[in-house]
Nanobody, 122 residues
Framework: QVQLVESGGGLVQAGGSLRLSCAAS????????MGWFRQAPGKEREFVAA????????RYTDSVKGRFTISRDNAKNTVYLQMNSLKPEDTAVYYC???????????????WGQGTQVTVSS
């Protein structure tokens, strides 16, 4: 079992940056592919980015390509989401999740954090 705790959310002006962190418990973190998802008010949760267990491969939804970077440090059991050039439409609760599949599909993920709020003001 893996427990995930996100941090790093907050309020930022458009054009600014934030780095989200997701700390995982357990010894098997490096066996899991990790993803970030987000849910804006009144909308369904959507895929943002994913990274393989080794960290060698990443994938992003089109709306964040070139602005967001997912990375991980397996020695620290932590996955990150660096968010630059933030836009008001990035406002959402951001969740990290773990899966045995390298996937952009929410249903593929077995473990979820509680979420962290990101608010981008215009």
């Amino acid at each position: 079992q893996v427990q995930l705790v996100e941090s790093g959310g907050g309020l930022v002006q458009a054009g600014g940056s934030l780095r989200l962190s997701c700390a995982a418990s357990g010894r098997t973190f490096n066996k899991y592919h990790m993803g970030w998802f987000r849910q804006a008010p009144g909308k369904e949760r959507e895929f943002v980015a994913a990274i393989t267990s080794s960290g060698r491969s990443t994938r992003y939804t089109d709306s964040v390509k070139g602005r967001f970077t997912i990375s991980r440090d397996n020695a620290k059991n932590t996955v990150y989401l660096q968010m630059n050039s933030l836009k008001p439409e990035d406002t959402a609760v951001y969740y990290c999740a773990g899966s045995t599949w390298y996937s952009g599909t929410e249903s593929s993920y077995d473990y979820w954090g509680q979420g962290t709020q990101v608010t981008v003001s215009s």
